[in-house]
């Protein structure tokens, strides 16, 4: 069974950057798509992008100009960067692992998520 | 593609049927393969979301039977029969037709 176990900083001010990491044990990371996924009260869930052990990324469209997944494949590991935070960013950021062999994320197995507050 | 979930909450009787509506605002039925890209998820407060069922009606393993998934096209249904005191907890929609996947509001479900 599949663990992600996900960790970074929860405290940030606006326009700093954002920087998250997901492990991954009992399972390897190639043949899949690695996804970042967050919850925030006012915009639910939103899916953030994506990346395969390869290194090919997905972004969604209204963050990808701030935004950066990469992949250490050597680590069993991903991670999140984001700059330019604001409030808006607030949320809980959760890394998934997406089912393979569908070509939009459907996310099978989810980290435990962390808070990521952004405040002055 | 907008999803829009129906009720925003409910509260129903411990034993009991609950039904969770989804409406998307395309199609998300690949005609080619008959699926329909759609998905349920439940979230328990301080948990991850949780994959209940993909393609409208698969349920994942380990999902007790009384969590069932029907509909097709741009109409779908979450039905939870005889409710246990467990299933207290928010679910939603997603498709995966599209990209980016995008999710409905949420459904915040209630054991009376």
């Known amino acids: 069974q599949v663990q992600l176990q996900q960790w970074g900083a929860g405290l940030l001010q606006p326009s700093e950057t954002l920087s998250l990491t997901c492990a991954v044990s009992?399972?390897?990371?190639?043949?899949?798509?690695w996804n970042w996924i967050r919850q925030s009260p006012g915009k639910g869930l939103e899916w953030i992008g994506e990346?395969?052990?390869?290194?090919?990324?997905n972004y969604s469209p209204s963050l990808m100009s701030r935004v950066t997944v990469s992949i250490d494949a050597s680590k069993n590991r991903f991670s999140l960067t984001m700059i330019s935070v604001t409030a808006a960013d607030t949320a809980v950021y959760y890394c998934?692992?997406?089912?393979?062999?569908?070509?939009?994320?459907?996310?099978?197995?989810w980290g435990q998520g962390i808070q990521v507050t952004v405040s002055s | 593609i907008v999803l829009t979930q129906s009720p925003d909450s409910l509260a129903v009787s411990l034993g009991e049927r609950a039904t969770i509506h989804c409406k998307s605002s395309?199609?998300?039925?690949?005609?080619?393969?008959?699926?329909?890209?759609l998905a349920w998820y439940q979230r328990k407060p301080g948990q991850p979301p949780r994959l209940l069922i993909y393609?409208?009606?698969t349920r994942e393993s380990g999902v007790p039977d009384r969590f069932s998934g029907s509909g097709s096209v741009t109409n779908f249904t979450l039905t939870i029969s005889s409710l246990q005191a467990e299933d207290g907890a928010v679910y939603y929609c997603?498709?995966?037709?599209?990209?980016?996947?995008?999710f409905g509001q949420g459904t915040r479900l209630e054991i009376k």
């Open positions: 998934g692992r997406a089912m393979p062999g569908i070509a939009v994320p459907l996310i099978d197995s």
């Open positions: 009992g399972g390897s990371l190639s043949g899949y798509y």
């Open positions: 990346i395969n052990n390869s290194g090919s990324t």
């Open positions: 395309q199609n998300v039925l690949y005609s080619s393969n008959n699926k329909n890209y």
């Open positions: 393609w409208a009606s």
């Open positions: 997603q498709q995966y037709y599209y990209p980016p996947p995008t």
